[in-house]
């Protein structure tokens, strides 16, 4: 036997196997996607049913790394939505409660919330036997030209409804939702009948990718929330990740205030009562919704 090329052969083989090694040890620690242990998600849904909390929807196997984005909303002015939606023969009834401020003509009404928050109304529009998807969308692009804005293709769904078709936009970055975001239409061939606009006029990047927790870990806030409801039980139907813009649970700050600032990353569980965003950097809640 020739020792001296099997030697050779020998260390070459090692050598590219060493390689292969170092590629998936490195590739491993520098990939944005991590991955659940299947055996821990077991456990955590064992440990939440001993606390009559029910796990029915999906645990996500994967995470993702994100980096925090930074997000303005676009405000809505009051003087600028009676211009572009009443006519100057047709001077629209404005009355303010609390942070709400409605406009109503004879068939349009317009609120807007927080100066951020607009719902639209055309009594005029009725149900309409045949809808035409393309004219639908021709409406709603006109309407969100009015609004000084685009139509944009964040489409998230769209359904057919008796007389109307509902159309649900939401932004996201890079693939991932932001949660505050949302255009909802019900529109047919004739127009807009009611709309729903909470938008960001800003979205950009704010840092690098950083490692975001198991969703696992954030359904662990479950019991605690579970003891400050009234319903003995809770169900978990879906959890999430995504943006969300808030202040925290336990900042006492006025949100409806803040117009511009940072989306973390968050793991959004809902559940058969709400909706609860847990920061996936530090596992502390950056909001809770009541379901509508």
Known sequence: MDW?????????????????????????????????DSEKIGLITEYLAEKNITVTGKVPTKKNDMSS????????KKEDIAGSFFSQEEKAAESISGSTVKLKGKDIEISIKDSRELNYTDSSIS???AIDEK??????????????????????????????KRFVYVQSFKGAAIYNSIMEFYVNDSGIRGARVVWFETVRQAGKKTEVISPVIALLYLPKHSKNSAIPS???????????????????????????????????????????????????????????
């Open 135 to 164: 004219i639908c969308r021709k409406n709603i692009e006109e309407f969100l030209n009015r609004l000084g804005m685009k139509d944009h293709v964040y489409i998230r769904t769209s359904e057919d409804l008796e007389g109307y």
């Open 127 to 129: 149900p309409a036997e």
């Open 234 to 292: 809770m169900e978990v139907l879906e959890i999430q990740q995504g943006y969300y813009f808030g202040t925290g649970e336990s900042d006492q700050v006025d949100v409806s205030k803040v117009e511009e600032g940072t989306a973390f990353p968050v793991w959004r569980i809902i559940t058969n009562t709400d909706i609860i965003y847990i920061n996936a950097y530090n596992e502390k809640v950056e909001g809770i919704e009541k379901r509508q």
């Open 4 to 36: 001296a090329k099997a030697k050779t052969i020998l260390i070459a083989v090692f050598l590219v196997v060493n390689i292969f090694l170092v590629s998936i040890i490195f590739g491993a620690s520098t990939s944005s996607i991590g991955y659940v």
């Open 69 to 76: 984005i930074t997000v303005k909303y676009k405000l809505f």
